[in-house]
C-alpha cells in the first residue's frame, strides 16, 4: 500500500521515524488538530490515532480536519473492531500474536476486516507483542492476556517469527501506554535479528535516550503517546526526533 510504502522510503532515508500516539477521546473538536499539528511541526514523522476505548463519534472529523493541516500519515491504531471507522490513511490490522484469547486472534480481525475492506482503507498486517512491564496495563486487563515476561526476549523472539512466517510486515513490541518501564532492548535485538519485520515500539518511554537506544537495538518505528498528555514543550519533541533519526 501507498502508506505502508512511504513509511518504509522514510525509514531508509532517516533510520527510524517519530511517531506520535493522539488520544481520539476528545471533546473537544480541536485537541485532535492542536496535538497531530505541534508534533508534526517538531519532527514527528507518523501520528497514531487510538486506545483501548473509542467513544467519540466527532472522530471522523476531527480526523478529516487533521489530515487537512497536516502532511503526515495517520494512521489508526485499533482497540478493536468497533474501533474501525473512515478518515484514516491506513490501520495498523493487527493480531496480538501473544496472547491466547481467540476474540484478539480472528476474532476482532474478522468483524474489523470487512469494515475496513468496504471502506478500501489500506491495511498493515502487524503482528501486536504485549511485553512485561512493571505494573499491569490496560492492554493485559482489557485483553485477558498474559504479557511476555520481561527476562524472557526470545519469547518474543519465536512470536516474531511465527508472526513473519504468517506474512505480517510490522511488528509492534508494546509495553503498555503509560508502562513503568518499556519494552527491555534484547527483546527489539532479539526480533531484529532473526525476522526482517519492521519493528515498532511504545509503552513507557518518556526520554529521548530511551528512544535512541532502542533505535540502536533496532526499533524503526518509537512511539510516543502518555507523556504529551501533559507536557507540551515543542523543545523536547525536537529532541526526540533527532535521537531517533539516526541518519539524519
Ligand atoms: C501505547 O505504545 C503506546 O500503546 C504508547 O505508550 O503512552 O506510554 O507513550 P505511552
Do not use: C
Amino acid at each position: 500500500g501507498k502508506t505502508e510504502a512511504r513509511l518504509n522510503a522514510e525509514i531508509e532515508k532517516r533510520g527510524a521515524l517519530f511517531a506520535v500516539l493522539l488520544d481520539p477521546d476528545t471533546s473537544d473538536d480541536n485537541a485532535l488538530l492542536k496535538a497531530g499539528a505541534l508534533a508534526a511541526e517538531n519532527g514527528a514523522d507518523l501520528l497514531l490515532v487510538g486506545g483501548s476505548f473509542m467513544g467519540n463519534f466527532k472522530l471522523p472529523a476531527q480526523v478529516a480536519a487533521l489530515k487537512k493541516e497536516v502532511s503526515l500519515p495517520v494512521v489508526l491504531f485499533p482497540g478493536g473492531a468497533s474501533q474501525v471507522v473512515p478518515g484514516f490513511d491506513a490501520i495498523l490490522f493487527m493480531t496480538l500474536v501473544t496472547g491466547r484469547n481467540p476474540n484478539y486472534l480472528i476474532d476482532e480481525q474478522v468483524r474489523g476486516g470487512v469494515l475496513v475492506k468496504s471502506l478500501g482503507m489500506e491495511a498493515i498486517p502487524t503482528a501486536y507483542e504485549l511485553i512485561n512491564s512493571g505494573k499491569r496495563t490496560a492492554v493485559e486487563y482489557i485483553s485477558g492476556t498474559f504479557p511476555v515476561p520481561e527476562n524472557k526476549p526470545k519469547l518474543s523472539m519465536v512470536h516474531s517469527i511465527a508472526a513473519e512466517l504468517m506474512g505480517m510486515r510490522y511488528v509492534y513490541l508494546e509495553a503498555g501506554s503509560g508502562a513503568e518501564t518499556p519494552v527491555p532492548v534484547e527483546h527489539i535485538a532479539y526480533t531484529r535479528k532473526a525476522t526482517e519485520m519492521t519493528i515498532i515500539t511504545g509503552g513507557g518511554i518518556r526520554e529521548p535516550e530511551s528512544a535512541a537506544v532502542r533505535v540502536a537495538a533496532g526499533a524503526q518505528i518509537i512511539v510516543t503517546g502518555t507523556l504529551w498528555e501533559k507536557v507540551k514543550d515543542p523543545g523536547l519533541l525536537k529532541e526526540f526526533a533527532s535521537a531517533i533519526h539516526v541518519k539524519g
